[in-house]
């Protein structure tokens, strides 16, 4: 059975499994970059080579999204994996379904901090960013995604829909705010540790604690970033290299960089999530 970590992309996601990864299989909470590669990613060609050839063709990909997580649960053994896909169902294919997941942590962070990540993260104008937020997406979907051995066509849809699709059934779900992580790490990780306990036997304290905080704080994350210890950088570098995955994190403030009319166009789209979550 799959315990899901979901997220719009730029909302934490990598974040959080650096924290689970420590958590989980470091004996002593100190982590590196090797341990993320425990919480595989999903969908991933390697889980969908023996159903289709086609890694371009989204109707076959779609077809094969429950028969690649039968295979992966074949062995009856409780695994966390990583997506940005949507939960969603496309005609008569559903991402996932009951038989196949025992849960999900979903990483949600305000829509209008996403922008500057966003827009450092594929490169896109603050407008062209806002736009990928509010128009539905499927990412992956370049011929060069196609020619990786890592990349797959990932539906996000819109960012709202992509947040109610995972939490609209309350049922095995933790949701985590990225501004929770940033305001009070302590407090998160009581609550990842609290959730995974239901499903998983591991052990931990106080130091082990402390120092899974430590060793994934933003800043240190963005450290070990820039020596060259984290793979999954970004799509897009500019030519001077200032293009970096863990970008501005807590300095981010949407107030420094959109104008009003994406401010608007945004709080007035979101609405009714952002109420929700507190962001209004």
Not at 33 to 52: A, M, R, T, V
Not at 56 to 73: C, M, P, R, V, Y
Not at 223 to 229: P, S, V
């Amino acid at each position: 059975m799959i315990i899901w970590l979901a997220s719009y992309p730029k909302s934490g996601n990598t974040w959080v499994r650096s924290i689970i990864s420590s958590l989980l299989y470091s004996n002593d909470g100190n982590f590196n970059f090797e341990l993320i590669k425990k919480i595989s990613q999903f969908p991933e060609k390697k889980y969908f080579k023996d159903f289709i050839n086609d890694f371009g063709n989204f109707n076959k990909i779609k077809e094969s999204w429950i028969l690649a997580q039968d295979t992966i649960n074949l062995d009856n053994e409780i695994k966390i994996l990583k997506t940005h896909h949507g939960k969603y169902t496309v005609g008569t294919d559903s991402f996932t379904n009951d038989q196949n997941t025992l849960a999900t942590i979903y990483v949600v962070r305000d829509p209008r901090t996403l922008i500057s990540s966003l827009s450092n993260h594929y490169t896109l104008t603050v407008d062209k960013a806002s736009d990928f937020l509010m128009t539905p997406q499927i990412i992956g979907n370049s011929k060069r995604w196609e020619e990786k051995e890592t990349g797959m066509q990932c539906l996000l849809g819109k960012w709202n829909d992509h947040y109610r699709s995972w939490t609209k059934n309350k049922n095995n779900l933790l949701l985590i705010k990225y501004e929770n992580l940033i305001q009070n790490p302590e407090n998160e990780l009581k609550k990842i540790i609290n959730f995974l306990k239901k499903y998983l036997n591991f052990e931990t304290d106080n130091n082990k604690n402390k120092k899974i905080l430590e060793t994934t704080s933003f800043e240190n994350l963005k450290e070990m970033e820039q020596k060259g210890l984290f793979k999954e950088n970004v799509l897009n570098k500019r030519d001077d290299g200032t293009v970096n995955f863990f970008h501005l994190g807590p300095a981010n403030d949407w107030r420094d960089d959109l104008n009003e009319d994406v401010k608007n166009k945004i709080e007035k789209d979101f609405y009714k999530e952002m109420t929700e979550l507190e962001y209004l």
